[in-house]
Each structure stands twice: as structure tokens, then as C-alpha cells.
């Protein structure tokens, strides 16, 4: 890989199972110009072999299982679309250590960092204990059922648990998938470099969590994603020391939170659909605002999975409705407007 170097401390043969071992490799991307070396993956050790579940049912693939491995990310002075050829050079990377199409995936005790070393204070953020199975990626059995592989997966972030669970067609011509993602408790006083360095606000007590849904098929997409903070402290005693600005600043984020947060349960939360076509999403943002005000006033979003989106909902039309915010700022539809013509036309003729 151009702009990388690389290393692999051993390699081990098992004849008899088909399969080899990678032992200790690491991948560090490299600054042409000052020749510096920056973490990018590492695992201590990548299994390679036959999957005897798809030989014993006539069909030849792989079978990978990396443990400890590690993915850091870094904000740097690159173009995304950069960042994007990165992942995509390390999957053919991966690919080409693998002779046969790869059916199932396992990541044992993985772990995903994000680091921005140009910003203050400096951003070290990072998902760990990620535990991945994905199976059947290549139908090799079960091929009559519509969606053949899943994927599944755990990981902690800092105090609180992931749970991912997916079933797709990852052969189909179009992306196919059915997946749900919960993240619960996550403590938001372990992210405040993130905050202070991009929104200038620290928590002083906080739970975040966030429930999401989302299938597609045909190029068509639907899901909704469900953000819910709970205790939410921004402006505390620990902020006696900051600066005029910062606890103005700071007062007015609490401020902001304190009125559209739920009081009996001390929660502030959305729920945010959104659906269309993989060439043009869109989002109902009148919605998202109107979840907002219900939540704060009415009723508290339950902290779930609503189990609401399926394969079978992608193309489902939705119903013409309107939140109370689309009927302050909207104006009126052209049916109510021709229901309200033919009803003065009758007043007028009698």
C-alpha cells in the first residue's frame, strides 16, 4: 500500500486443517515527507483457513478470525474521500491474504480508535472488547432464505454496550440489509476532550444512548435513529475555575438542554426517521423537532428498539401527516384547499 509500512512478525502452517496464521502484523501509514510513522491496524494474530461447515456442504471458502485487532483513525490534513481509499487499500490488502472467497468473519477483543492530534485539547476517543461474527457471507448455506448472512457484534464504549445485529444479501445487486443498533449508558463525563474540543462544553454528568433501525432494498432505504440523553449536567460546581465566555457559553447549552428535557424522567430525547433512495436521502426534520417538544412536555421516548422497521417496510408509502409544526409554518394542502372552495361555493349558491 502506497504511503504505508508494514510488518509480519511469523507465519505458521497447519497443513492438516488448511489454514495458516499471521502472527504480530501492524500497518503504520507513513509521512512521506517527515518519514514519521502513525498507527493505522495491527492484529496480534489473523486466522486463515477452510470453513469445513461450507466444505461439508460442497462449498470451498475461508474463514477469517483476527484477534486483538486494532483500526485507528486520524483527523488529519487529508481529503475524506482520502480516508475512504485508506479502508478500501487495507480490505483488498486483507483480501489478497485470503486465496479463497471469504464466508465467515470473527473479530475477537478488537478494538476502533479515533484520534485528532491537532486539536485542544487533543481527541483520543476509542470503541473496545468489539467481539464480530459475520456468517454466510457467501450463501454457501441456507441460500433459500431471503436474507442468508448476519452479522453480529458487541463492544463497550466507555461504560456503556453496543449491541449490533444485521441480516443481509451481500450477494445481491443492490445493498439488502435488516439491522438494528442499541448503545445504552454510555458515560458522557469520559468524552469531554471530544466536546471541548469541538463544541468548547464539558459534562459534568451525563448518560447517552441511542437506538437505531434501519433496512434497505431495491436502492431504497428506511430506518429512524433514536439519541436519548439522561442526567444531563452541563454547568456544575467543576466549572468554578473556567473563564467569563465558557460558563456563558456553557449555561446557555444547559439552558437549552433544560427546556426541552423530559423533567419526571430527566431525559432529553428524538426520535428521527428518515427514508428514500440510496441516490437521494432525506430526513423529516419538522418531525424531529415535533419528537423533540413531545418529549419534553408530553411523554418520554421509552429507551427501546421500537421494532418498527423491517425488510418488508422499505417501500411502504407513508401517510399524509402533518406535525403540529407543519401546520404552524406550512400552508394549506391543495385537497383542504378544494374541500374549502366547494364549501363556499355551496354557501354561496343557497
Known sequence: ????????????????????????????????????????????????????????????????????PMLRFTKD????KDVAKDSTDLKELLDDFMPLQ??????????????????????????????????????????????????NATASIYEGTLTFDAKANPLADSPTFDMSAELKNTNLV??????????????????????????????????????????????????????FFQKVWEGMVGAVGEVFQNQPKDQLATKIPFKGSLDQPKTNIWLALTNILQNAFIHAIQPSIDNEISIGSVKEKDAEKKTFLQKIFSGKDKKDQNNGDKKDDKKSKK
Open 1 to 68: 500500500m502506497k504511503g504505508y509500512y508494514g510488518h509480519v512478525q511469523d507465519i505458521n502452517l497447519a497443513i492438516i486443517r488448511g489454514a495458516y496464521q499471521i502472527d504480530s502484523i501492524y500497518l503504520n501509514k507513513k509521512d512521506t515527507v517527515t518519514n514519521k510513522q502513525t498507527p493505522f491496524f495491527a492484529s496480534s494474530l489473523i486466522d486463515l483457513s477452510v470453513e469445513w461447515q461450507s466444505l461439508l456442504k460442497g462449498s470451498i471458502v475461508g474463514e477469517l478470525v483476527f484477534t486483538a
Open 77 to 80: 490534513k487529508v481529503e475524506p
Open 102 to 151: 471469504v464466508n465467515r468473519c470473527e473479530i475477537v477483543r478488537g478494538k476502533v480508535q479515533y484520534i485528532d492530534e491537532h486539536s485542544t485539547p487533543h481527541v483520543d476517543i476509542q470503541m473496545d472488547n468489539v467481539h464480530l461474527i459475520a456468517q454466510n457471507l457467501r450463501n454457501s448455506y441456507d441460500s433459500t432464505v431471503v436474507l442468508p448472512a448476519t452479522i
Open 190 to 243: 469520559k468524552l469531554n476532550d471530544f466536546f471541548q474540543a469541538y463544541s468548547k462544553v464539558d459534562v459534568n454528568k451525563g448518560r447517552f444512548g441511542l437506538y437505531t433501525e434501519v433496512a434497505a432494498k431495491d436502492r431504497q432505504f428506511a430506518g429512524y435513529v433514536k439519541p436519548i440523553i439522561q442526567d444531563l449536567d452541563v454547568l456544575g460546581h467543576e466549572d468554578r475555575k473556567d473563564n
